[in-house]
């Protein structure tokens, strides 16, 4: 008797034994839909730095089209729509005439337009605990970027005519009067012109960064970046897909030899150290999560180019995506791919129009 039990036990031992190891590999697959419930929460308070010539005009639209579909409210300008209507600037003399108002008992939700860094007048702004995000860009691209969308590049690709290496005037003197390295990353986030090359300030600045902000994207892992701050925010896939945008065609016509790209860091001190910095976290944060998060980008790559494709031959039907163990089902139809593909300006006016109607209406 005590024998046939014995063997039974160990039967069923085997048995349990042979089931966790057959389906082990399942669970670890299906990981991700796991993750995804234990969101507690979804965030609706973003504070967005938007860092000039880094990809934030596609996170702003990502941002600002979150909002409609969820009846947030966005701080925006209180400007005519001329001039630089879309750009709050400096927060350092921060008016709040300066900005639409919202109807009594309403609270503001997003900040996604242009502005310099300052973490006490965002809080005020998004009272209810924002999540702050930046991005930043390898300055070396960055710089050249803003070059040509100011205007300074085509006049230098003119004057060396057939020579591509347009950048070898600079020496790497780190006291350069060049206007793109001076208004680089470090000015949009709260860095005085004056302190740029200096290593205490620049050392201050990048600890500070990393306490304040909750993340920083990184441009050239733009798609391993969105994927992270969906997790972060509890959002869904549908709420963090894009257009690309913004590319300026022109910009192809230079090249950089290693010792000037080099002479472009040397003058950028302080943006080069913000760039380490958060790349390398950011490196750590995928790697700490392994092969799912791999698996989740690539589906997410997958899912832009088939988004991407239905916005571009602009038939008048719906897209459905069916559910994966990385995406839930959603729908996709050309109003979304016109909100996708609509520039900076367009849609801030849409919103200031929007934010102007819920005021006046609730008025009177």
Same mark, same amino acid.
């Given at each position: 008797?005590?024998l046939s039990?014995?063997r039974k036990?160990i039967?069923?031992?085997?048995?349990?034994g042979f089931?966790?190891?057959?389906?082990?590999?399942?669970?670890?697959k299906?990981?991700?839909?796991g993750?995804?419930?234990?969101?507690?929460k979804?965030?609706?308070d973003?504070?967005?730095?938007?860092?000039?010539?880094?990809?934030?005009?596609?996170?702003?639209?990502i941002?600002?089209?979150?909002?409609?579909r969820?009846d947030?409210?966005?701080?925006l300008p209180d400007?005519?729509?001329?001039?630089?209507?879309?750009v709050?600037?400096?927060l350092?003399?921060?008016?709040?005439?300066?900005?639409?108002?919202?109807?009594?008992g309403?609270?503001y939700?997003?900040?996604?337009?242009?502005?310099?860094?300052?973490?006490?007048i965002?809080r005020?702004?998004?009272p209810?605990?924002p999540f702050i995000l930046?991005?930043?860009?390898?300055?070396?691209?960055?710089y050249?970027?803003?070059?040509?969308?100011?205007g300074?590049g085509?006049p230098?690709?003119e004057?060396?005519k057939?020579?591509?290496?347009?950048?070898?005037?600079?020496?790497?003197?780190?006291?350069?009067?060049?206007?793109s390295a001076i208004?680089?990353m !470090?000015?949009d986030?709260?860095?005085?012109?004056?302190q740029?090359?200096?290593?205490?300030?620049i050392?201050s600045?990048?600890?500070r960064?990393?306490v304040?902000?909750?993340?920083?994207m990184?441009?050239e892992?733009?798609d391993?970046?969105?994927?992270?701050?969906k997790?972060?925010?509890?959002?869904?896939?549908?709420?963090?897909?894009?257009?690309?945008?913004?590319?300026?065609?022109?910009?192809?016509?230079y090249?950089?030899?290693?010792?000037?790209?080099?002479?472009?860091?040397?003058?950028q001190? !302080?943006?080069v150290?913000?760039?380490?910095?958060f790349?390398?976290?950011?490196?750590?944060?995928?790697?700490?999560?392994?092969?799912?998060e791999?698996?989740?980008?690539?589906?997410?790559?997958n899912?832009?180019?088939i988004?991407?494709?239905?916005?571009?031959?602009?038939?008048?039907?719906?897209?459905?995506?069916?559910?994966?163990?990385?995406?839930?089902?959603f729908?996709i139809? /050309?109003?979304?791919?016109a909100?996708?593909?609509l520039?900076?300006?367009e849609?801030?006016k849409?919103?200031q129009d929007?934010?102007? /109607?819920?005021f006046?209406?609730?008025k009177?």
């Amino acid at each position: 008797m005590v024998l046939s039990r014995l063997r039974k036990i160990i039967f069923l031992g085997f048995i349990l034994g042979f089931t966790v190891c057959y389906y082990l590999p399942y669970f670890k697959k299906t990981k991700p839909i796991g993750r995804l419930t234990v969101c507690r929460k979804k965030i609706n308070d973003i504070a967005f730095l938007k860092v000039h010539k880094c990809g934030s005009t596609t996170v702003s639209n990502i941002i600002q089209r979150f909002g409609m579909r969820n009846d947030l409210n966005f701080v925006l300008p209180d400007k005519p729509h001329e001039g630089q209507f879309w750009v709050l600037g400096s927060l350092d003399n921060f008016d709040w005439q300066s900005i639409i108002p919202l109807p009594k008992g309403r609270v503001y939700n997003i900040l996604s337009v242009d502005t310099i860094y300052d973490n006490i007048i965002y809080r005020k702004l998004i009272p209810n605990n924002p999540f702050i995000l930046g991005i930043v860009r390898d300055p070396v691209e960055r710089y050249i970027s803003m070059d040509f969308y100011e205007g300074r590049g085509i006049p230098l690709v003119e004057k060396y005519k057939g020579d591509p290496y347009i950048y070898a005037h600079i020496k790497g003197e780190s006291e350069t009067d060049e206007v793109s390295a001076i208004r680089g990353m !470090a000015y949009d986030f709260g860095l005085p012109v004056v302190q740029r090359n200096v290593e205490a300030s620049i050392r201050s600045l990048v600890e500070r960064i990393d306490v304040e902000f909750h993340f920083v994207m990184v441009m050239e892992y733009f798609d391993e970046s969105l994927v992270l701050l969906k997790r972060k925010l509890c959002w869904k896939t549908r709420d963090v897909l894009y257009i690309k945008r913004n590319q300026n065609p022109q910009k192809k016509q230079y090249a950089l030899s290693p010792e000037h790209r080099q002479n472009l860091r040397n003058i950028q001190k !302080a943006d080069v150290n913000i760039y380490e910095h958060f790349k390398r976290k950011l490196f750590k944060e995928i790697t700490s999560l392994g092969t799912d998060e791999l698996d989740e980008i690539h589906n997410f790559k997958n899912l832009l180019r088939i988004i991407g494709d239905f916005c571009a031959v602009k038939k008048p039907f719906k897209l459905t995506i069916t559910a994966t163990a990385w995406n839930e089902a959603f729908d996709i139809d /050309q109003s979304e791919c016109a909100l996708m593909l609509l520039n900076e300006f367009e849609l801030v006016k849409k919103l200031q129009d929007r934010q102007r /109607q819920i005021f006046q209406g609730n008025k009177s």
